[in-house]
Structures are given as structure tokens and as C-alpha cells.
């Protein structure tokens, strides 16, 4: 789905692709970088799908938004609380997928994205091992949130309550 700086076009280039090879090889040619051996490898051998790398380039994404968040100014930081924020989402939106679809909790870990606040890693390594009831209980405490009320039965509306939390947090941040 359009809704970045890449143009329909190229995003339905990748779609056109032979194999991931082709995609990720395309998507290095615009700027995006080369995903780690082992997360190409592991598509194949464990079996991943393209998991491992929408998390790598998650990962890196979330990584240069953090570090372009520098300066000691109220909007610095009030982009730096909601870079955060988002981290905290979008890792409760995997781990709450993750456990829905029965995904093995010990793997948890490498599929979060480190930086959030209200949801550290270790925070969620405590909540994979949870039954996703309990750990969509403790998410919303961690928010501070009842995310409308949702229950842990469907992990796309665990998503779009999720969504709209971070919406509404974001709007509570601006100065």
C-alpha cells in the first residue's frame, strides 16, 4: 500500500518480483540496506516467510528515526517521546500477533525492536510467556490504556485499537 516516499510504482515492482532476492536487491539499489545474510537465509531454512525481513528493516528504520531525534528542544523531545511510543506499539502489535498464532515465545526477542519505553524488551520477553489474555491485560496497563476495550481474540483488532491509541497519545503530546 502507497503511503510513503516510495511511488506505486516501484512498490508494485516488488510485487512483480522472481523471489525476495529480487525485491531486497531493489530495494538496496534505492538506498535501503542489505539485510544480514542470515535473515535471507532464514526465510528458507526456518521457515519465516518475510517475517525476518520486514522486522530487519523495521529495526533499521526505528534506528535512524532515534538517532535523527537529537537536541535538548521541546519538539525534540516530544518527537523522541512519540518515536518511543511508536516502538511500544508496533512491539505489542507483534507480540500480541506472535501469541495469537501460537509463535514459539522463546524467538520473541529478536522480533521486537529495541527503544520503546512503556514496552522494553524485557518487558515483553516477561509478557511472551504469558497466555495473550494476560498479556494484553499487562499492555494495557504498560499504555495506560483499556485500547477500547478490545479483547485478545483477533490480532488485527488488538492492531487498529493500537493504532488508534498511538493517535491519540500523539495528540496529547503536542506543546
Known amino acids: 500500500m ?8 516501484f ?3 516488488l510485487t512483480d518480483s522472481e523471489d525476495v532476492n529480487e525485491a531486497i536487491d531493489r530495494l538496496e539499489k534505492i538506498g535501503y540496506r542489505t539485510p544480514p545474510h542470515d535473515c535471507k537465509d ?4 526456518l521457515g519465516c516467510g518475510l517475517r525476518m525481513i520486514e522486522d530487519y528493516y523495521d529495526r ?20 523522541r517521546t512519540f518515536i518511543k511510543r511508536s516502538i511500544d506499539v508496533l512491539n505489542a502489535k507483534n507480540l500480541m500477533e506472535f501469541m495469537i498464532e ?7 526477542e529478536s522480533y521486537m525492536i529495541p527503544g520503546g519505553e512503556a514496552l522494553p524488551i524485557e518487558k515483553l520477553q516477561q509478557l511472551s510467556v504469558m497466555s495473550h489474555e494476560e498479556a494484553l491485560k499487562e499492555i494495557k496497563k504498560q499504555l495506560n490504556s483499556d485500547l ?3 479483547e485478545a481474540k483477533s490480532a488485527n483488532f ?6 488508534k491509541y498511538l ?3 500523539s495528540g496529547k503530546l503536542s506543546y
Open 2 to 9: 502507497p503511503a510513503g516516499s516510495l511511488k506505486r510504482d
Open 11 to 13: 512498490l508494485e515492482s
Open 42 to 45: 532464514g526465510l528458507f531454512k
Open 60 to 79: 533499521s528504520y526505528y534506528t535512524a528515526l532515534r538517532e535523527s531525534a537529537r537536541g535538548r528542544s521541546k519538539p525534540a523531545k516530544i518527537y
Open 102 to 108: 501460537g509463535f514459539d515465545a522463546s524467538k520473541v
Open 148 to 150: 477500547g476495550g478490545v
Open 158 to 163: 488488538i492492531a487498529m485499537e493500537l493504532d
Open 167 to 169: 493517535m491519540e497519545h
